[in-house]
Structures are given as C-alpha cells and as structure tokens.
C-alpha cells in the first residue's frame, strides 16, 4: 500500500493542509462580492470592460476605474459553472495555496513541525478576512511573488524570476495588489545592495552574497514589471489608483476592513500572539535575519498594524522567517515509517476522516448559504421590494450597496455601495451624515428624489423616518427596515 511508504513528517504535511482547507471553508459574507459578480455578468453581456458607472442613482456616468475585472469575470465565470458551491470550493483553494507556497519557502529543517505550527498560527490570525474576494487572489500571487523571488535568491536560477512580467501582466487586470509585486521585487533589489555592500566591507565573504550582475538582472525584471502593468484596460491610471485608495480619509474612517487590528476583539487575538512569537523567536533564535527579511518584515508589519485588510500579506511574509527562528531553537527528529498493522490501519482511516469532514463540511456551507445570505444581508427585505415594485429612489445602507445591486438592479439602482473610489471622500462624508440623520438629511434625499429608505432599524436615519411625519415603514425584520415616502 501506498501508505506503507508515508513517513510521520508526510502523514503531518498533509493532515495540516486538509485541516487548513477545511478551516477556509466557509459562506460567501463579503458585502462586495454581489457588484463584483454583477460587474462579471455585466461584461460577459456586453462584451466590453466597463469606464463608467451604471450601477448607483447618485453618481451615474462618473469615471470607474474598474481594476479587477478580470476577477470579476473569472467570479462570474466559476458562479455560471457551479454556483455559489464553486466559488466557495475554488477560493477555498487559492487561500490554501497561499499558505502552501508560504510553508514551502520555510527552511526544509523547520518543516514540517516548527513550520507547520508557525502556518496554523499565521492562519488562525488571518481567519478574519478570508472570503469569496479577489483580495485572496492578489494574496496567492503575491505568496507566489515571495516563493519565486526567494527561490531565485537561494539558487540564483533565472527560471524563477523570468515569469514575473507575466505574473504581473495578469495581476494587472486581477486586482490593484499589483504594486504590492513591484514593492516586493524592489525590496528584494535593496536587500541584495546592502548584502553586497557588507560583503565589500567584510574580508570573507559569505558564498550566497549577490553579485551585482544578479542585482542588475532583478533591476531588469522590476524594469519589464512596470512596462508589463501598463497592459490594462485604464492605462496609466492604474498606477496611481493604489495611491489614490490610500490617502482616502474617508475610507480609512468608515470602511471596517481599512481600519487597524483591534486587538480587544477575540478574532484578532492570534495576530497579537503571531507577532509576540516573531518577536521573541528573533530575540531567542540562533539563526540571522537577512537585510531583505527584515525589509519584508517591516513593509508589511506595517501596512499590518495600519490596516487589518493587509494583515494576511504580512503573514505570508512571516511564516517563512518565523518558522527558520522557531526550527533553530526547536529540533524535532522523526523520520519512522509507517509500519506495523497499528499505523498501516490507522494512517488511511485518519485521512479518510479528514477527507470526509472536509467534504461535509463543504456541503454544509454551501446548504448553509441561503441562512448566512438571509442573517448578513437585508434577503427579506428585498425579496418584498421585488414582490411589491414600490416605485420612486432608493436610499440604501453602505454595506448593502453591493447586494441590491446583484438583486434588483437595474430596477433599483443604489445609492451607495462598497466601491468607495467612485463616490469619493465628499460624497462619502454627506451620505454618512444623512445615514447619522445629522442636520440636512432632508434635503440630501430631497434632491435625489429618495422614495424609498433601507436601512438598519437602530441606525440613526431609521430612527429620524419613525419621528417623521412624510414616512410610513412598509416593511420590517430584525435585520432591516423600509421606509416608504406617504
């Protein structure tokens, strides 16, 4: 029998990726998700990227820069194939691989035991942002981006770093991480200067030290890298969108996965412990630290601590540099096989089991999607708007935008939703004063002629519409209210 032949260390490796699988398993919750599928559909109807938005009431005909419509396409691609069903499987194992590519670029002494703990940690601390996102596409190119760079810095081989134009070529069109490829090769150029710069200062240097041709070879791929993004449908707006996004104040103030790690909450407690082990591990661990790791360490240990949404790029980052401190302190020998009639019985009902949760547990989520849709998102209340046809303007929730816009566009179209670059910090800023029932709310759906209100029952509109005499609620849930101008 083929497990015969396993070895305890094999028998680890892949009871922990089936048990990671199994963790990313889980319902389609992302508010964006919805207009990312719409936006697939729509194209693959009208054979074109779209440029402006056709989407919301209040901002029609404005500029968008649609920077993941492939994602979107390769989304409604996978949901025309196999439903929500596929889409979960699918993204399931893009975040996987992620993790796999992480675990691979470890040091072969620390896998697969210190290793191994350092990826269920550095997995359990990004729990919190998994999802159905074309985030976790641009999070497996950049572990690919780490992988191959990592490899080329060990071997020196030009096989792995050649497909990096390529690689951004797709990741273009895939998802604005691009730039996060460009920064990583760059870091990898500054640390592989001042590694040759200590070894000019050193009397012996160390056999692995980058000679310059190698650095000029990386400037060369960084160079082709850039000329390669520039093979988009928006051109040179591309480059300056993830600038653009980053100094938005009113994103970095309104849109939860843009704020830091709030370290009070249960969900993001294994970060805290994933940074306090990286910590320790570099003050206790026999191995040093190369100047480029430590680059990576502190591009992304920020970016971290600034937003939670980049919080599992950093520990892609990290699990490689975590897992060689923690393998030099902690030597685990064990290379017995698998023999006997204990471990020859044992080994595939172990497997088997694990399969058979996984499989389970999938069905489950996907028979479960209906329930998590209708506790998430305002299911109820729509389904009485498609029912009904109330006529007249929708005044929308922020983070429902996305889902009417799958559900009941064009009929409704919204006045908000999670695609905050189009709106724009001022607009921002006046929706969430209406949202608050700040003064002037009555106005600023005056003159979007707003017929219809959706919102949350304990939010501050919904309890200015109860005291208003012009509103009467036409329909309520324990998840959303209606409101319906008399």
């Given at each position: 029998m083929i497990t015969m032949r396993l070895t305890i260390r094999q028998v680890f490796s892949t009871l922990l990726f089936l048990g990671l699988f199994l963790m990313t398993l889980r319902p389609?919750?992302?508010p964006d998700f919805w207009w990312h599928l719409r936006t697939g559909q729509l194209i693959v109807q009208t054979h074109a990227i779209p440029h402006t938005d056709s989407f919301s009431l209040t901002n029609k005909g404005k500029p968008w820069l649609a920077h993941e419509w492939l994602s979107e396409l390769f989304m409604y691609g996978l949901y025309k194939l196999g439903s929500y069903g596929l889409l979960i499987f699918v993204f399931s194992l893009i975040i996987?691989?992620?993790f796999l590519l992480a675990y691979l670029q470890s040091p072969q002494e620390s896998r697969p035991y210190a290793a191994g703990f350092t990826l269920l940690l550095g997995a359990i601390a990004t729990a919190p942002t998994w999802g159905v996102r074309p985030q976790m596409i641009s999070l497996f190119i950049?572990?690919?981006f780490l992988f191959l760079l990592d490899r080329h810095r060990t071997e020196r081989k030009l096989i792995y770093i050649v497909p990096l134009p390529l690689i951004t070529l797709v990741w273009v069109n895939l998802h604005a991480g691009y730039f996060l490829g460009l920064a990583i090769v760059a870091i990898y150029i500054l640390g592989d200067l001042i590694d040759l710069l200590k070894a000019e200062h050193q009397k012996t240097a160390p056999p692995d030290v980058p000679t310059l041709k190698s650095i000029l070879i990386l400037c060369a791929v960084l160079g082709c890298s850039i000329l390669t993004t520039l093979?988009?449908?928006n051109g040179l707006h591309i480059l300056l969108y993830p600038f653009q996004t980053l100094k938005s104040q009113a994103m970095q103030q309104f849109?939860?996965?843009?704020?830091?790690p709030d370290f009070h909450q249960l969900e993001w407690q294994p970060l805290a412990w994933f940074i306090l082990a990286f910590i320790g591990a570099g003050m206790l661990g026999k191995k040093s630290i190369s100047p480029t790791k430590i680059l990576l360490t502190l591009f992304f240990g920020y970016a971290a601590l600034r937003s939670m949404r980049f919080v599992p790029l950093f520990v892609i980052a990290a699990i490689p540099i975590l897992a060689e401190e923690i393998g030099s302190l902690v030597r685990i020998q064990s290379e017995v096989k698998t023999q006997g009639w204990l471990l020859k019985w044992i080994?595939?009902?172990?497997l088997a089991c694990i399969v058979l949760v996984a499989g389970l547990r999938f069905v489950q989520v996907v028979h479960g999607q209906s329930n998590s849709e209708a506790e998430t998102f305002p299911k109820a209340a729509v389904d009485w708007i498609e029912e009904n046809?109330?006529?007249?303007?929708l005044f929308n929730s922020y983070g429902w935008g996305g889902y009417l816009i799958w559900r009941i566009y064009p009929q409704y179209p919204v006045y908000i939703d999670g695609r905050a670059d189009i709106y724009g910090d001022k607009f921002i800023y006046a929706y969430m004063d209406a949202y608050r029932a700040q003064p002037g709310w009555e106005q600023a759906l005056d003159e979007q002629a707003v017929h219809l209100v959706l919102v949350e029952p304990g939010s501050g509109l919904a309890s200015a519409l109860l005291q208003s005499s012009g509103w009467e609620i036409v329909?309520?849930?324990q998840i959303s209210v209606i409101f319906e101008r008399k």
């Open positions: 389609i919750a992302d996987t691989g992620a950049t572990s690919l093979a988009n449908p849109i939860q996965e843009w704020f830091s080994v595939p009902i172990l046809q109330p006529k007249g303007n329909y309520e849930d």
